[in-house]
């Protein structure tokens, strides 16, 4: 079994940042592709982008282009999202998906998720 561990969010004004950041754990996993989606109320979840082992970026919502960035560092199993100038439309919880292959096709496994709130 796999557990993915989200941290980072909160409360932030509009024009300000977050980093999000998610570990994976679990002995049937160690060389995944890992990625972000995010769903606001009454919304369906929304794929923000994903990262492949290698480093390799898959891109989602237009919305956040120029303005989020994810990455990865594969020594502690951990994916990030770099938020900047943060909307108030970016508000949702956002969920850390894992893929047992090594490149981008699907998420395996969810996070429970961490909330966002953008304030105006």
């Known amino acids: 079994q796999v557990q993915l561990v989200e941290s980072g969010g909160g409360l932030v004004q509009a024009g300000g940042s977050l980093r999000l950041s998610c570990v994976a754990s679990?002995?049937?996993?160690?060389?995944?592709?890992m990625g972000w989606f995010r769903q606001a109320p009454g919304q369906e979840r929304e794929f923000v982008s994903a990262i492949s082992y290698s480093g390799y970026v898959t891109n989602g919502a237009d919305s956040v282009k120029g303005r989020f960035a994810i990455s990865r560092d594969n020594a502690k199993n951990t994916v990030y999202l770099q938020m900047n100038s943060l909307k108030p439309e970016d508000t949702a919880v956002y969920y850390c998906?894992?893929?047992?292959?090594?490149?981008?096709?699907?998420?395996?496994?969810w996070g429970q998720g961490t909330q966002v709130t953008v304030s105006s």
């Open positions: 679990g002995r049937t996993f160690s060389r995944g592709a």
């Open positions: 998906a894992a893929d047992q292959s090594t490149v981008w096709y699907k998420p395996d496994y």
